[in-house]
C-alpha cells in the first residue's frame, strides 16, 4: 500500500495520531508544476491553456495581455498567438526568458522516440519548459550544433539556499556582435525585491528605472493576485558582471555581492495541481479525527488557496470567527515570532504555516504537544530531519526524499503521496484493534477458567477433598489449542468498516475500561454457564455424588466417578464452545455478530460471509471443533489424560448453554452500543471527535 516501515511499533502509534503536519509540493499536489502566468511590468500578462503533458511545451496555447495581473480578467485570457513570433523584437521578453532558461539546472528535451522528456526539480522543469515554449531552451544556447551554437557559457553557480530563498548563475555570453557577463537570479518574490535597485517598469520600454517603493508595492500586489489562483510565484532578475566587479579566475565569489544591485524583470507563477485523491483523504482524515496542518515554503495566497482547494480550511472565511480564521493561516515569521505562552492562547493552532523554515516545524510539533496532541510530521529534505524526530510519528517521502530525512523517519512513502498517509493510519489502527481482540479473547477465557476452579473448590467429596469442574489437562487444552488458534486468527482481521469512522485511539493502551470490562463480563458470564453445566448434570440429572477420589485418572477404584467424569466433560465441551463463538464475536467488540458490516443488506446470510472472510480463524474454530471428539470419545485419551468420559444426551445441555452464551454476548453488546450512543448525546464533550475543528 505504498508505505515502507521502518520502526514496527510506529505503525501502530499512527492509529492514535490527531494530527498530521504535511508539506504541500508532491504531496497533497501532484508534484508535476506547469506555468500559467508569466508577468513582464514593461509588457504584460502571458498565460498558458491548460495542458496534460507538463514536459511538452508544443501543448497548450500561449495568450498575452497587456495588463499586470491585478487587472487581469482570468475569465477572458485573451487570443492565443504564436509563442515564437512574440520574442521577435521584445526585448524584455528575451531577457526574462534568459532568466528562466539560465538559472535552471533542470534538463528539458525531446527524447528518440519522439516524446518530451525532463530531470530535475518540477519548479525548475515547469520554468524551462515555459521558456521552451518560445524556443528558448537551454539547449539552443548552450550545446553546439543545435540552434546558434554556443551562445552562453556558465561562470559560477550559487544554488538554492532555504535561508536567502535564492538562486543565481553567472553567465557569459559570446556571439560576433558582443561579449558580456550577466548574473541571473530567481527566486521569492520579497527577498529579490529586496535585492533589486532598478526594474524595467515604463511600458514598451527596455531602460531600467531605480526601483521605489512604489514600484514594490505593485510587485507584491500583483504577486497576491496571482497567489490568489493558487499559483506559487517566483520573481526574475538579472543584472550585468562587469569587469570591475568580476574577480580572478578560481577566486572565491561573494554571494552576497553577486546577488544585489539586480533590476527586477518580473514574475512567473507556477501551478502544482492538487493530486486527484487529496480532496477525498483530507474528508477521511476528519471523519477519522484527525486535523491536517499544511507546512509549506510558498507563499500564503499560494498556500491557502491551494488548502481551500482541498479542503484544509473552509472555502468561506465568513462563517469563522474572526481570531479563529486569523489563526489559521499563518507565515513562519508571524508564528516564530510568538512565545510558547502566546501561542498556547490561540484560539487554534494553525491549519496552514506558509514560508515555512525547518525550525518553525519543530515548533509546530511542540505546540501539538503542549495541546495532549500525537502528531505526524512529513517531511523530504535534510532541514526535515529535526521536525521528523520531534514528531511521534516522522514520514519522509521515497521519491522526493533525502537519504538524511529517510534515515530520521518512522514510515517512508514510497509514493510520496498523502493518501498513503491514510492506508498507513487505518493499518495503524487494524493492528491495535487486532491486539485488543487478541488480549480481550485470551483473557476473557483465563478469567473464565480461574473463576471456574476457584468457586469449584466449594464442591467437596466424601473426603472432604475439592473436586475440580475441570481437570489441569482440559485446562492446558483450551489455553493452548482451542483457544490459541482462534487468537493469532483474531491478529489477521481485516480493518472494521467504520474504522476509519473513529476518533483517534487512546494513548493509554489497549486496556481502556471498555476492554477491562469486556474482560470481566465475558469472563464471569463464561464461568457462570460452565459452573451451571456442571452443577445440572450433578444434581439436575444426578444424584450429586462426587464421590472420592474422582481428581485421579480413572480406574476400577474409583468407578464411583462416572458422573462427575460426564459432568467434567460437559463443562469442557462448553467452555470448548463457548470460547470458539466468543472469537468470531471478537471479531468487532461492540457489533452484533449477525450484523458485522453495517452497510450490507444480506440481513440474515451476512454472518456466513464473515465467518469465511478470515479463512485462518474460520478453520482455527473449525479445528476447536473437530478435535473436542477424539478428546471426548477415543478410550484411555479421554478418562485417564483428561479425566472425562463420553457423554450421549448430554449434548443437549451444551446446546443450551450455547444458545445462552450468544445471548448473553449480543444482550451485552447492545447495552454497550444504547450506553455509547446515549452518552454521545448527553456528553459530546466526551466524544474525542467534537474536540476536533470541523471539517472546513
Keep these: 500500500r505504498n508505505v515502507i516501515v521502518r520502526k514496527l511499533d510506529s505503525l501502530e502509534a499512527l492509529g492514535a495520531v490527531t494530527d498530521i503536519c504535511s508539506d504541500k509540493t508532491g504531496t497533497l499536489t501532484q ?11 514593461s509588457r504584460g500578462t502571458y498565460s498558458v491553456g491548460p495542458s496534460n503533458e507538463p514536459f511538452n511545451p508544443t501543448v497548450g496555447d500561449v495568450s498575452f495581455s497587456a495588463v499586470p495581473p491585478s487587472e487581469f480578467d482570468h475569465e477572458k485570457p485573451g487570443m492565443a498567438e504564436n509563442a515564437e513570433g512574440m520574442v521577435s523584437g521584445n526585448r524584455q521578453l528575451e531577457d526574462f526568458l534568459d532568466v528562466a532558461s539560465m538559472a535552471n539546472l533542470s534538463h528539458v528535451y525531446k527524447s528518440e522516440e519522439g516524446e518530451w522528456s525532463a530531470r530535475g526539480e518540477p519548479t525548475e522543469i515547469a520554468i524551462h519548459v515555459f521558456a521552451s515554449r518560445f524556443n528558448w531552451n537551454r539547449d539552443r544556447w548552450m550545446k553546439k550544433g543545435q540552434g546558434e551554437g554556443t551562445v552562453w557559457h556558465q561562470k559560477a553557480e550559487f544554488p538554492f539556499d532555504s535561508t536567502v530563498k535564492k538562486m543565481s548563475v553567472i553567465f557569459n555570453k559570446i556571439t560576433p556582435e558582443e561579449d558580456r557577463t550577466m548574473v541571473f537570479t530567481k527566486g521569492a518574490v520579497e527577498r529579490i525585491a529586496e535585492s533589486c535597485t532598478s526594474i524595467i517598469w515604463d511600458q514598451e520600454s527596455s531602460t531600467p528605472v531605480p526601483m521605489t517603493d512604489h514600484h514594490r508595492e505593485k510587485i507584491i500586489e500583483n504577486m497576491e493576485e496571482l497567489a490568489k489562483l493558487g499559483l506559487r ?9 562587469t569587469p570591475e566587479t568580476q574577480l580572478l579566475e578560481d577566486a572565491d565569489l561573494n554571494r552576497e555581492d553577486v546577488e544585489n544591485n539586480l533590476c527586477f524583470l518580473g514574475l512567473i507563477g507556477l501551478y502544482d495541481p492538487p493530486r486527484p485523491e487529496t480532496a477525498g483523504s483530507i474528508q477521511a482524515c476528519y471523519q477519522a479525527g484527525i486535523v491536517v496542518h499544511m507546512v509549506t515554503g510558498d507563499h500564503p495566497g499560494t498556500a491557502k488557496a491551494i488548502a481551500q482547494q482541498v479542503g484544509i480550511l473552509p472555502a468561506d472565511f465568513n462563517a469563522v470567527a474572526a481570531d479563529v480564521a486569523d489563526a489559521m493561516v499563518m507565515t513562519a515569521s508571524q508564528f516564530d515570532k510568538l512565545t510558547d505562552e502566546e501561542v498556547d492562547a ?20 511542540d505546540a501539538l504537544h503542549r495541546r495532549g496532541r500525537f502528531a505526524a510530521m512529513t517531511g523530504d529534505g535534510v532541514n526535515d530531519s529535526p521536525s521528523l524526530k520531534h514528531a511521534d510519528v516522522g514520514i519522509a517521502m521515497g521519491q522526493a526524499g533525502s537519504d538524511v530525512a529517510k534515515d530520521a523517519s518512522d514510515i517512508i512513502l514510497t509514493d510520496d503521496n498523502f493518501a498513503s498517509i491514510l492506508n498507513a493510519v487505518e493499518e495503524g489502527r487494524r493492528i491495535f484493534d487486532n491486539i485488543q481482540k487478541f488480549v480481550l479473547h485470551l483473557l476473557s477465557e483465563n478469567i473464565a477458567q480461574a473463576c471456574t476452579l476457584l468457586i469449584g473448590l466449594a464442591f467437596k467429596d466424601a473426603d472432604n477433598q475439592s473436586v475440580f469442574p475441570l481437570s489441569p489437562v482440559e485446562i492446558l487444552w483450551v489455553i493452548m489449542i482451542t483457544s490459541g488458534m482462534p487468537d493469532m486468527g483474531l491478529g489477521m482481521e481485516v480493518a472494521a468498516p467504520d474504522i476509519m469512522n473513529r476518533p483517534p485511539q487512546s494513548k493509554q493502551g489497549i486496556f481502556t475500561w471498555e476492554v477491562i470490562i469486556d474482560i470481566l463480563v465475558y469472563g464471569v458470564w463464561t464461568a457462570a454457564l460452565c459452573l451451571t453445566a456442571f452443577s445440572i448434570r450433578m444434581w439436575g440429572f444426578g444424584d450429586g455424588n462426587l464421590a472420592s477420589g474422582c481428581n485421579k485418572e480413572w480406574s476400577e477404584e474409583i468407578k464411583d466417578c462416572e458422573l462427575v467424569f460426564r459432568a467434567r466433560a460437559t463443562t469442557f465441551v462448553c467452555l470448548t464452545w463457548f470460547a ?11 457489533r452484533s455478530f449477525f450484523r458485522m458490516q453495517p452497510k450490507s443488506k444480506k440481513y440474515f446470510t451476512q454472518w456466513m460471509y464473515d465467518v469465511w472472510r478470515n479463512k485462518f480463524l474460520f478453520w482455527s474454530v473449525m479445528a ?10 477415543i478410550p484411555v485419551l479421554n478418562d485417564v489424560v483428561f479425566k ?21 454476548v449480543e444482550a451485552w453488546k447492545w447495552a454497550k452500543r444504547v450506553f455509547f450512543r446515549r452518552r454521545a448525546r448527553k456528553n459530546p464533550q466526551l466524544n474525542p471527535l467534537e474536540q476536533m475543528p470541523e471539517q472546513p
Design 233 to 241: 510565484v517566483l520573481a526574475l532578475a538579472h543584472r550585468p558582471y
Design 346 to 365: 490561540l484560539p487554534t493552532l494553525p491549519l496552514v504555516i506558509a514560508r515555512c523554515a525547518p525550525q518553525t516545524k519543530v515548533r509546530m510539533i
Design 644 to 664: 472425562h468420559k463420553p457423554i450421549t444426551w448430554e449434548w443437549g445441555i451444551v446446546a443450551v448453554e450455547a444458545v445462552l452464551f450468544f445471548i448473553g
Design 31 to 41: 508534484g508535476k508544476m506547469v506555468v500559467q502566468k508569466a508577468w513582464i511590468p
Design 580 to 590: 470458539l463463538f466468543l472469537a468470531w464475536e471478537m471479531v468487532n467488540l461492540r
Design 624 to 633: 476447536g471443533w473437530i478435535t473436542m471428539f477424539p478428546i471426548l470419545y
